[in-house]
């Protein structure tokens, strides 16, 4: 079964900053997705950005870039010129190919932008 | 567009009490996912149906859970009899077909057991 992990339960940095959330993945397939969501206090389930893992090109939306290391099973999300909006639980997901079309979800990291 | 939506946003109900949870997917979309948010176990994907077919409900904890696609734009989930370990956020999702489908996620209800 494939398992996400973000090893990051919760992170704090200084607006403006930029910050690296990160995530690690397992699984024995060779084609599948990796997403980033985000859940603010709103609750709210919002999509950051995705990656198709047959793509080279590392992903990027304005200010969310991620670092896709296939090898490595690593999908890093990086948030530059951070805003206090970006304040949320930051989820990585996975599907496969393959099987059930499922996102299987890590447990998320807190991340809060200080003024 | 409008998004997904979801009803009601929270819902408080003694224990043993039939809950219904309501989703109105996204136009034009045809797969519809029930997803369960705990503390302890985090998201959790409990049903998905496509083109209103049940596909995989391997993550519905028990008989007590149900879900129906009565047509191509809404789906139920309903617990009966509720259970204070019931008590999650419970999201639905939709997507156009294709796993490289973006899932857009309604809002949640929150639903309390007492």
């Known amino acids: 079964a494939q398992t996400v992990t973000q090893s990051q339960p919760e992170m704090s940095v200084q607006e403006a900053e930029t910050v690296t959330l990160s995530c690690t993945y397992d699984?024995?397939?060779?084609?599948?997705?990796l997403f980033w969501y985000k859940q603010p206090p709103s609750r709210q389930m919002i999509l950051v950005i995705r990656?198709?893992?047959?793509?080279?090109q590392n992903a990027t939306e304005n200010r969310f870039s991620v670092n896709f290391q296939k090898a490595a099973k690593s999908f890093s999300l990086k948030i530059s010129d951070s805003q206090l909006g970006d304040t949320a639980m930051y989820f990585c997901?996975?599907?496969?190919?393959?099987?059930?079309?499922?996102?299987?979800f890590g447990q998320g990291t807190r991340l809060t932008i200080n003024p | 567009d409008a998004g997904v939506i979801q009803s009601p946003r929270h819902e408080v109900t003694e224990m043993g009490q039939e809950v219904t949870l309501r989703c109105k997917l996204i136009?034009?979309?045809?797969?519809l996912f029930w997803y369960r948010q705990t503390m302890m176990r985090g998201l959790e994907l409990l049903i998905y149906?496509?083109?209103?077919?049940?596909?995989?409900d391997s993550g519905m904890p028990e008989d007590r859970f149900s879900a129906k696609m009565p047509n191509a734009s809404f789906s139920t989930l309903k617990i009966q009899p509720s259970e204070p370990r019931d008590s999650a956020v419970y999201f639905c999702?939709?997507?156009?077909?294709?796993?490289?489908?973006?899932?857009?996620f309604g809002d949640g209800t929150r639903l309390s057991i007492l």
């Open positions: 149906f496509n083109n209103n077919v049940p596909i995989d």
């Open positions: 699984t024995s397939e060779n084609n599948y997705y």
């Open positions: 997901a996975f599907m496969t190919e393959g099987g059930a079309q499922k996102l299987v």
């Open positions: 990656q198709e893992a047959y793509k080279q």
């Open positions: 999702a939709s997507s156009f077909p294709g796993r490289n489908q973006p899932q857009h």
């Open positions: 136009s034009g979309h045809n797969s």
